[in-house]
Structure formats: structure tokens, C-alpha cells
């Protein structure tokens, strides 16, 4: 699912709410501990994800000294390196981290097609563009440990991430039975750069269990969107620049009671989200030498979001067998949103909104660690920086786009039914699940005039924003299964299957109302040889997804790898191939609109080859045991993994 919440130890980080895929390529596969993967959060959680939540729990180490690794990977399209340092010393310990990735230039070819229904309008185009991209990510931490009972911890994370996009781009319209012929030049940058600063204290109480947490997190991120169009046969070409600033405080407290047979968990919370959005985009005429500002494109937008929330949640055995949770969450929301500059496109508004979001969860053990499990919770999904910014990009005249900042929060109803068994080495999970969404926010493609750069004429261009499109009922089943045939063989495979109906909200026409059916599949299987050598293979595919307008891409994806162990299993050299026998990748999607009819067709290239290699060093030592009541340290136990 599309609409997952992604926490880095438990906390948001806003490079994953600006540009998720190149923030968890920028974190080292080497450093991750383990990946939590939560279909139905409690009260607990922020209301946030209608789709569940993934945390990436990074490692700590607990024993005494200094250790690190430096792993490096160079490949025909991605390149990556990264080094780690650890220590620890009495109750100190000190993590740092810093590494990135840089993908070597390449070039995608770009078709797309858009027709009238009445056919007096043709756009047609065909052209080339250039990528290269770099990100860099770093970190820095540490805990302290004051007695028993009373301990803190602060982080420090930085990120960035760049990416730049030239191309060329032959135009050849059908503009009212007249053929319309020019070639555009264009150039597409994006700079981000973010700071999550993080601190918490944590304060245990005698009675085993018993806890209280205060935490703070302040998250910045910049990000700066900006493009050059030059089109041929005219003097008037247009630039255009965006800068946001997103810059949120984030107060938290936490206290955890257990009764008898009851624990209770409780807490309160605020954010306070502040975006600014400077916009400026201006017509530079190439025998003047003039930029001229399009007035009604030049402003600064604030957009304030402020969110309150309490929750409570209690939970508790019934003959050692049934596990029972249930709580409720409360959230507030306040948003205001103005443009600076009179005129500008973007107009004024404010709403609020509150929400109650239940959780409820119900589970029965068996013999050989199977279990039940009846979950019902609800959900809301916020719209991030990345759907609300109202600069408008219109770098192609014929293909804009423009966040929407009055975008309100998905909603969603949540049931599922879940069985898992554990034998041995083998593992099942399967499960059947409804969930209705309420304001789905999708893209959503609308006709725009516009005056065709070559000709001077009135034509009618596309232009991409986002909607709350309608309400989305959704039936779905997942499998995951993992099995030993051999003790050095392992195999596992995963199936999810579900439905998309949408039902569009009053005044919206959708075309899509046919209830369609979306799957997404992945299949692995690794061997371990003698002597630390170690095959592993997996194929992912999915679907294409559907819209209320059509059907975005579908994808997949063949990886096959070797390591093999080496320095008296200090370090390691590896060999990784994707998708060998196909050079490109075609990303294909179409859409319908009231009258209209669009394809598009968006190849990238793909295979690739690249080798590996990592080094552990350090010297590490088991400090003699502190005695500590509500605290379990199992430093040997997580060292060996």
C-alpha cells in the first residue's frame, strides 16, 4: 500500500515525508537491526498512515569500546558508501554515522499522447531526458544512563538529496485541424536538505513495568524546485523557482501503568507544522535580456498545521490464552493557510477538524505458536509539503503541475482477520481485510488553457494536481509463508490481493467506476554454501495501480546476489545483478478523462551490475553488569545476531 507511515526508531523523520524512496536508499542496509511492521496500531501511534506503520529499529550497540564498519559499492548505475563508528564506555554510549549514494547519469526516453474526444485536438510528443542524482545522510547520538532508574538520549540526523533532469522534447499538435511543430528545451533540478533533532528522557519507577517518557523532535526541511524551458521558434521562454521551508516542533509524554491484570497506556501530544512556499516565476525574453515576474505567480504561501492529540489504551490476558487491547485516540487539527502577495493564484482558507480514531485487538494463542487475530482501528492520513504546495510547474505548458493546499485528511475504517503459525523454521501469516477509505487523496488530471507557445493560439493542456477524490471500499487477502526444504536452503514468498471501488464525492466526474482488482506479489529464496559463501535471488511484481481516472504503472523487478565472506569473516565482497535480460524499464500509464484521452510511456534504464564490499573493525569487550531493577540487557544475545 501507498499510505504507510515510516518511523526511524519510533520517530517521524522529514525526509521521508519529502522524497521516501531516496531516504531509505541513504540509510546502510548494515545499519538496520530490524523492521517492525505494524498492520494495526494501537492509540498509541499518531492517527497518521491509514495503511498501517513501518519502523526501522537501526542497531545499538551495548558492549564496551569502539567498533565500526566501512562498507563501498560501485555499480553500472548506483554507486554507495558508508561508515559507522560505536562506544561505549561505563554508562555512555556514542553512535555515529555518514555515508550516501550517487547514481551515474542516464538517459530515459518520454512518449505521451493526449486527444480531444471530438479529435480537434492532438498533443503529441516524443523526447529524451538526462538523470543523475546524489543524496548524503548522516547521523550522530548518544545515550546516557544517570542510575537505575533515570536515563536520556538525543540524535542528530541529517540529510540531502539532488537531482537534476535535462531534456529535449519534439512537440508535433494537431491544433484545430492545424499542424503545430516545435522542439522544447527544459531543465529540472531539486535540492532538499533536512535536520531531525531528537531528545528523550525516560524515568522507570519501582514497580516493574512502570514508566514515564518525555520526548521533543525538531524536524526542518528545505527544499528548492526549479526549471528552465526554452521552446523554439520564440523569444519568450519562462523560469521558473520554488523554495519551501517546512519546519515542525514535536512535544510528546508517554506514561505507562501496569495494574493487576491491566496495563494502561497513556499520553499526550503536539506538532506544530510551519511551510512556507516562495514562489517565483518569471518570462525571460531572449532579445530584451529581461525576466519579467508573472505577478500571479510570485508570492509566498504560509500553510500552518497545528495537531493536538490524547490517547489511552488498556490491555489485558484472559486465561492465559485471549490477549485483549483496546483504546481510543483523539486529534485535533487547525490549518491555516495565506498567500502573502495580492493576486496571487492561491487563495486564502482555514479549517478544522476533529477526530476520535478506536483500536480495538483481540487474539487467541494455540499450541506451535499460532495465533488469531480480530483487529478493527481507524486511521487518518494527513497530506504532506509534497501534495499541498501550490507552485505551480509549468516547465511543460502542455503537462503542469501543482500541489493543492486544501486538501483535506483520508480517513479509513480498518478490519482484519489474521492467522500465524510458527513451526520450527517455517512461517505462515495469512489474513483477510476490509478497509473503506473516506477522502481518497489521488492525483488527478483536469483540462487548463493555455496559449501554445509556437502558434499563439488557445489550446487546452493538462495539469496534475491532487484531490480528495471520493470514498474507496477495499476487500483484500494477504499470504506470506517461509519455508526450509535443507537446512541451507530458505524460501519465501509473499501474496497480496485487493480491491479498489471508488464512489466520487459530489461534483467530481470520475471515469474509473468499475470495481478492479490489484495484487502485488515477491518471491525470494537464498542458499548458504560452505565456507561463508551465500546465493540469494528474489522477483517482485505488481500490478498496475488504479486511479479514479485510469491506471498508474505497474512494476517488477528480478535481483540476483552472491557474498562471500572473507578477512576471517571481518569483511565481505559481493556481486549483485538486476534484471538481466532487460535493458530498460517501461513505465506505462493511461488515463480518461471527461473529454479527453491520455497515454504516457516513461522508459528508464535499468539492468544493472555491481559489486560490494564491507569491513567490521574494533575491538569490543563485555562490561561487568550494572544492577538494574526494570532494565534487561541482553548485550550477548544481540551480539551474536
Do not use: C
Not at 521558434?233 to 512535544?251: C, H, K, M, R
Not at 510547474?393 to 480498518?414: C, F, I, K, W
Not at 535480460?581 to 528508464?604: M, Y
Not at 535499468?606 to 544492577?627: C, D, E, H, I, N
Amino acid at each position: 500500500s501507498q499510505n504507510v507511515r515510516v518511523l526511524i526508531n519510533g520517530k517521524p523523520s522529514g525526509a521521508m515525508a519529502s522524497n521516501m524512496a531516496d531516504a531509505l536508499k541513504a540509510i546502510p542496509a548494515d545499519q538496520i537491526k530490524n523492521v517492525e511492521v505494524i498492520t494495526s496500531p494501537s492509540a498509541k501511534y499518531d492517527a497518521e498512515g491509514t495503511s498501517g506503520i513501518i519502523n526501522i529499529i537501526t542497531k545499538k550497540n551495548n558492549l564496551a569500546g569502539v567498533s565500526g564498519s566501512v562498507n563501498g559499492g560501485v555499480g553500472t548505475r548506483q554507486n554507495s558508501g558508508n561508515v559507522n563508528l560505536n562506544a561505549k564506555t561505563g554508562r555512555l554510549a556514542v553512535t555515529a554515522n555518514g555515508g550516501g549514494f550517487y547514481s551515474w547519469p542516464q538517459t530515459s526516453t518520454i512518449s505521451f499522447k493526449r486527444s480531444s474526444n471530438d479529435g480537434t485536438q492532438v498533443i503529441s510528443q516524443i523526447g529524451q531526458s538526462k538523470t543523475d542524482r546524489l543524496a548524503a545522510n548522516g547521523s550522530i547520538g548518544a545515550d546516557y544512563d544517570f542510575n537505575s532508574f533515570n536515563s536520556i538520549s538525543t540524535n542528530v540526523r541529517l540529510n540531502g538529496f539532488n537531482t537534476g533532469a535535462d531534456g529535449s522534447n519534439s512537440n508535433q499538435n494537431l491544433l484545430n485541424g492545424s499542424a503545430v511543430n516545435f522542439t522544447r528545451l527544459s531543465d529540472n533540478s531539486m535540492h532538499m536538505n533536512g535536520v531531525d533533532w531528537s531528545s528523550d528522557f525516560l524515568h522507570k519507577f519501582k514497580k516493574k513495568d512502570q514508566q514515564i517518557s518525555i520526548a521533543y523532535q525538531l524536524t526542518n526541511g528545505k527544499q528548492r524546485n526549479s526549471y528552465i524551458t526554452d521552446i523554439s521558434n520564440t523569444v519568450l521562454d519562462e523560469y521558473g523557482n520554488n523554495d519551501a521551508d517546512n519546519t515542525e516542533n514535536t512535544v510528546q509524554i508517554d506514561y505507562t501503568h501496569p495494574f493487576k491484570k491491566v496495563t494502561l497506556e497513556t499520553g499526550i501530544k503536539g506538532i506544530l507544522r510551519d511551510v512556507v512556499s516562495d514562489n517565483r516565476t518569471r518570462n525571460f525574453n531572449s532579445l530584451t535580456s529581461i525576466y519579467s515576474p508573472i505577478s500571479s505567480r510570485t508570492y509566498v504561501y504560509d500553510y500552518n498545521q497545528d495537531v493536538y492529540s490524547a490517547y489511552a489504551t488498556f490491555g489485558f490476558t484472559l486465561a492465559k490464552k485471549f490477549g485483549i487491547r483496546a483504546g481510543a485516540r483523539y486529534e485535533g487539527t487547525e490549518i491555516n493557510g495565506d498567500a502573502r502577495s495580492a493576486g496571487a493564484a492561491a487563495s486564502p482558507f482555514s479549517s478544522s477538524y476533529n477526530n476520535l480514531v478506536p483500536s480495538f485487538v483481540v487474539s487467541r494463542t494455540f499450541k506451535n505458536f499460532s495465533t488469531v487475530k480480530l483487529s478493527y482501528n481507524q486511521r487518518l492520513q494527513r497530506p504532506s509539503l509534497f501534495y499541498l504546495n501550490p507552485f505551480l510547474n509549468s516547465a511543460d505548458v502542455y503537462n503542469q503541475s501543482q500541489g493543492n493546499p486544501t486538501l483535506r485528511p483520508e480517513l479509513s475504517h480498518n478490519i482484519e482477520f489474521n492467522y500465524s503459525m510458527f513451526v520450527k523454521t517455517s512461517v505462515l501469516n495469512t489474513s483477510v481485510y476490509y478497509r473503506r477509505t473516506n477522502d481518497i487523496i489521488e492525483s488527478f488530471v483536469m483540462p487548463v488553457s493555455i496559449t501554445d507557445p509556437s502558434s499563439g493560439n488557445m489550446a487546452t493542456g493538462s495539469r496534475t494536481t491532487f484531490r480528495n477524490v471520493g470514498s474507496n471500499n477495499s476487500v483484500g487477502f494477504n499470504f506470506f509463508g517461509q519455508i526450509n526444504p535443507v537446512k541451507p536452503l530458505t524460501l519465501r514468498g509473499n501474496f497480496n490481493m485487493f480491491t479498489y471501488d471508488i464512489n466520487a464525492n459530489n461534483g467530481l466526474t470520475v471515469t474509473n467506476t468499475n470495481t478492479q482488482l490489484i495484487y502485488n506479489a515477491f518471491l525470494s529464496g537464498s542458499y548458504a554454501f560452505p565456507k561463508g559463501l551465500t546465493f540469494e535471488t528474489f522477483l517482485i511484481t505488481n500490478s498496475p495501480r488504479r486511479t479514479s481516472q485510469g491506471k498508474n504503472p505497474s512494476f517488477n523487478m528480478w535481483n540476483l546476489g552472491l557474498k562471500k565472506e572473507v578477512m576471517k569473516k571481518k569483511g565481505s565482497i559481493g556481486l549483485t545483478i538486476i534484471d538481466p535480460f532487460n535493458e530498460s524499464k517501461n513505465f506505462r500509464s493511461s488515463i480518461v478523462g471527461a473529454d479527453f484521452t491520455q497515454s504516457s510511456n516513461f522508459s528508464v534504464p535499468f539492468r544493472s551490475f555491481g559489486t560490494s564490499f564491507s569491513y567490521r573493525f574494533g575491538k569490543l569487550s563485555m562490561q561487568a553488569p550494572r544492577k538494574k531493577r526494570g532494565v534487561t540487557n541482553d548485550d550477548l544475545k544481540q551480539g551474536e545476531q
